[in-house]
T-cell receptor, first 116, second 111 residues
Framework: SAVISQKPSRDICQRGTSLTIQCQVD?????MFWYRQQPGQSLTLIAT?????????ESGFVIDKFPISRPNLTFSTLTVSNMSPEDSSIYLC?????????????FGPGTRLTVL | ELKVEQNPLFLSMQEGKNYTIYCNYS?????LYWYRQDPGKSLESLFV?????AVKQEGRLMASLDTKARLSTLHITAAVHDLSATYFC???????????FGDGTTLTVKP
């Protein structure tokens, strides 16, 4: 299993500013994922961040808006740049353990972002 | 591209009753996950289903997988209030290296 922490847990930001969300895992993992979840909705994958390579972004998400860093196997950051109210959402970090067939994804507690 | 559809999206049950949540997926999925999310909380893994005919049970919840029908079910037996939550299924495609989530089923169990 994996224990994931995220910082900050919540923030209220002004339009046009940027926020960096940190994700820390208690073990080394290859695959890390960043999701967005709007209230009452499902999870939308923003990007996959594997250590040692550029993040892979899903359709509708671009690096300029959501730059990601993955400096080592236990840590990643997601920045939400030039924020607008439409970016208000919960941002979730997740890791996949590629060890065995029964491995699942583990999710961090989330960062609740409100943009005014 | 893998698409995952859940139904119903909302489910209100009486305590003690049984019900089933359905999860259909569009193309080959190498594994099927079920997650639980409580209000204001993150996702908790419930089951991982790998092969056709797989059945997993934990307490009042039982999940099954039919790969030929591209269908997974989450069966709730004798529901209790503590089971009130949103349940997500997700298909995983190894080639794509990512999971695709259904829209979730919000379950409310009433006394």
């Amino acid at each position: 299993s994996a224990v994931i922490s995220q910082k900050p847990s919540r923030d209220i930001c002004q339009r046009g500013t940027s926020l960096t969300i940190q994700c820390q895992v208690d073990s080394q993992v290859t695959m890390m994922f960043w999701y967005r979840q709007q209230p009452g909705q499902s999870l939308t994958l923003i990007a996959t961040a594997n250590q040692g390579s550029e993040a892979t972004y899903e359709s509708g998400f671009v690096i300029d808006k959501f730059p990601i860093s993955r400096p080592n196997l236990t840590f990643s950051t997601l920045t939400v740049s030039n924020m607008s109210p439409e970016d208000s959402s919960i941002y979730l970090c997740s890791v996949g353990l590629a060890g065995g067939p029964t491995d699942t994804q583990y999710f961090g507690p989330g960062t609740r972002l409100t943009v005014l | 591209e893998l698409k995952v559809e859940q139904n119903p999206l909302f489910l209100s049950m009486q305590e003690g009753k049984n019900y089933t949540i359905y999860c259909n997926y569009s193309t080959t999925s190498d594994r099927l996950y079920w997650y639980r999310q409580d209000p204001g909380k993150s996702l908790e893994s419930l089951f991982v289903l790998l092969s056709n005919g797989a059945v997993k049970q934990e307490g009042r919840l039982m999940a099954s997988l039919d790969t030929k029908a591209r269908l997974s079910t989450l069966h709730i037996t004798a529901a209790v209030h503590d089971l009130s939550a949103t349940y997500f299924c997700a298909g995983y495609n190894t080639n794509a290296g990512k999971s695709t989530f259904g829209d979730g089923t919000t379950l409310t169990v009433k006394p």
